[in-house]
């Protein structure tokens, strides 16, 4: 029976290894820290990916010529649009620009809301042009010559993830600035009022035209659902930390047992505790430590994800090429928690408690000796 | 006792305020925004700015 003495004393027993206690506090914090950072940015990136598709067009395709993207015709779109079950094709211009004195890229988007004169861009982008004075307007130079546009809008930081290295422009600017003729297309985008015929049309669009990718809406969507490479990369770096501070955790737990606190456990026995209140004393000691890390994991790592928007951590999910002004969403998968704190709690509590039973029923006089 | 009544009350005090600041956050504002970029772009892509593709595919599975 655990009584409110026998926590006391238990209490009283954590402190007095507290040395030993804070050390496994510590690196069981780092571990669910680290664990729940990258877990929280990936879900809120995820999710705003995922609220984002509403009007992702059925079929996209996109062309290629030697392995690169290639430029689509009028002729392209009209036999598309002449497909049995196709009820509209509509053609954009987008690409990229290299920005020279910084040496970076921006993305080119249509949008025919804008005026021929304006533009607006994302908040990376805005600062990469500032650094190069670009204040109010910003000079193209094409293989046409060089225009001006002027910047009328930056996008917020809460739509960083669609906007941060993009500009907008008219679609007459988007052809001029990436030298796309009246009749030329980066992409088309189709729709098919019968969902089940997306995939049909889609195999045509490729037998159609050889050189071109149909993706079907489904395939993205299953792209944004498998976004992250968990089986390697940063995710395989950020396992090996954690197994390898784990497996120090489960050793410092085990040195909790033996050695002098395994004479402890006998003096205990013999002056006549049970094997349960053994337990209970480790259980309530380790129970407290294991609880409050992951508690503390957990909160730092909101903090350092939502409310400070993860500084450096954002970069490895980002690049570093332009700055981020990023509002993450807080999106917090209790689910995943839970399976972190079965994963960790559980052995943690286990490398003490059973060695703990396996001294605590051993010959006492053997111990004591 | 007086330890544990303590650690729960810090626990209590700081998970309240996350609690708060998880629900004050404005996600229909935010979802309004993207909705009104995403309904320009349609085919939406993460705007990423990685030095390389390898930069990328560390992080991206496509």
Redesign the interface.
């Known amino acids: 029976m655990i009584t409110r003495n026998l926590i006391e004393y238990s209490i009283i027993l954590l402190f007095k290894d507290r040395s030993d206690h804070l050390f496994s506090f510590l690196i069981f914090t780092f571990i669910v820290t680290l664990l729940s950072a990258v877990l929280f940015i990936s879900d809120s990136l995820q999710s705003d990916l995922v609220e984002s598709v509403k009007f992702q067009p059925d079929i996209v395709v996109e062309n290629t010529l030697a392995g690169r993207a290639f430029k689509l015709s009028e002729e392209d779109l009209e036999r598309v649009a002449e497909l049995a079950g196709v009820s509209a094709v509509e053609g954009v211009v987008e690409g990229r620009y290299y920005f020279a004195q910084q040496r970076i890229w921006f993305d080119i988007k249509s949008d025919p809301s804008l005026s021929i004169a304006q533009m607006s861009v994302g908040a990376g982008v805005r600062e990469a042009m500032r650094a190069q004075h670009y204040e109010d307007e910003f000079n193209f130079f094409t293989p046409k010559g060089k225009f001006t546009l002027k910047i009328i809008n930056t996008h917020s930081p809460s739509t960083h993830l669609l906007s941060n290295g993009a500009i907008y422009v008219h679609p007459i600017n988007a052809r001029a600035i990436l030298g796309f003729g009246l009749e030329e297309y980066s992409k088309l985008y189709v729709s098919v009022p019968n969902p089940n015929e997306v995939g049909d049309i889609a195999l045509k669009i490729d037998q159609l035209l050889p050189t071109a990718k149909a993706t079907p809406k489904e395939d993205v969507m299953a792209g944004y659902q498998h976004l992250f490479y968990y089986k390697g990369g940063i995710f395989m770096i950020l396992y090996l930390v954690c197994m390898v501070s784990f497996l120090i955790l489960l050793k410092n737990q085990i040195g909790l047992v033996y050695g002098e606190k395994k004479r402890e456990i006998a003096i205990l026995r013999s002056i006549g505790y049970g094997i349960r209140e053994i337990i209970a004393m480790k259980f309530i000691q380790n129970g407290v430590v294991a609880l409050s890390a992951f508690g503390m994991g957990v909160l730092i790592a909101y903090v350092y994800v939502f409310v400070a928007q993860a500084p450096l951590l954002r970069l490895i999910f980002l690049g570093s090429e332009l700055s981020h002004r990023v509002e993450l969403t807080p999106i917090v998968d209790l689910n995943l928690l839970f399976l972190l704190f079965v994963f960790s709690v559980i052995p943690f509590m286990a490398f003490v408690i059973l060695p703990s039973w396996k001294v605590a029923i051993a010959d006492m006089s053997e111990a004591v000796r | 006792?007086r330890?544990?009544s303590f650690?729960a009350l810090f626990?209590g005090l700081?998970?309240g305020a996350?609690w708060l600041?998880?629900l004050g956050?404005d996600?229909a504002?935010?979802?309004q925004?993207?909705?009104?970029?995403?309904?320009?772009?349609?085919?939406?892509e993460?705007?990423?700015?990685?030095?390389g593709a390898s930069?990328?595919?560390?992080?991206?599975?496509?």
């Open positions: 006792m330890f544990i650690l626990f700081a998970y996350i600041h998880y956050f996600r504002k935010k979802s925004e993207l909705e009104k970029i995403a309904s320009k772009m349609r085919h939406i993460p705007s990423l700015s990685f030095k930069y990328k595919e560390f992080v991206y599975d496509n």
